[in-house]
């Protein structure tokens, strides 16, 4: 799979489902941020950017003849272990390689405003492997930029076979998208995160893995 050739793909359908979502900068570029915007979100509307990115993997994705799109029914129930926010919809993309890990794209709110928070998943029940925006506040807002780029390098690891989501049952986690990784509740007594995801990549892991091949 050429990752370029695919990018370009969800580029070409998210200048359609991304039309009446435009892009912003940062709004804080000296880095000034006014006490009153951490307890707000004035436009949580202009968030809905990222359901139409999704939308836009979920195009070319499909129309590459990569994964069939399923309506999931009951999203409350795709989860290992359910995400700290609320998901009112949801949409499984199943690779047509057998053995690949399905995408899920979950959708959540801000201020009761559907769909503007996007919770992206990978597995079967779905391992959560990121909530973007983490924080939808006014102060915590840095430009559509990012946000796209963080749900783009997750959708692109799970599709490219570069993922690794390590769940160790008492509630720590670890994402690696290829190079990059976070972890979560992972504490100093526990293994170092590299040895945990090059043991998890070889196929010797203690824990809960999610991995899987490329979707070609």
């Known amino acids: 799979m050429d990752p370029a050739g695919l990018c370009q793909a969800v580029d070409e359908a998210f200048a359609v489902t991304g039309a009446d979502t435009p892009p912003w900068p940062d709004p804080h570029p000296g880095g000034d941020v006014h006490d009153e915007e951490y307890s ?3 436009e949580p509307g202009k968030y809905r950017i990222l359901a139409a990115r999704a939308e836009a993997w979920t195009r070319a994705l499909s129309g590459l003849g990569l994964a069939e799109v399923e309506t999931v ?4 129930a795709l989860w290992r272990r359910a995400p700290d926010v609320g998901v009112s919809g949801a949409v499984r993309l199943r690779p047509v390689r057998a053995g690949a890990v399905p995408l899920v794209f979950g959708f959540s709110a801000i201020d009761d405003v559907p769909r503007t928070v996007l919770v992206l998943g990978a597995g079967e029940p779905a391992a959560t492997m990121g909530v973007v925006p983490d924080c939808g506040c006014d102060a915590c807002d840095d430009g559509s930029a990012g946000l796209l780029e963080v749900a783009d390098d997750i959708a692109l690891a799970v ?3 570069t993922f690794v989501h390590v769940d160790d049952g008492r509630g720590g986690e670890i994402v690696a ?3 990059s990784w976070s972890a979560s509740n992972w504490g100093t007594s526990a293994p170092p995160v590299e040895k945990v ?3 998890a990549r070889a196929g010797r892991s203690p824990y809960r893995v999610v991995s899987g091949p490329a979707w070609d």
Do not use: K, M
Not at 73 to 76: E, G, H, K
């Open 197 to 199: 995801l090059a043991e």
């Open 159 to 161: 599709v490219t076979g």
């Open 73 to 76: 029914a009951d999203p409350r």
């Open 177 to 179: 998208t290829g190079d």
């Open 40 to 42: 707000r979100c004035l």
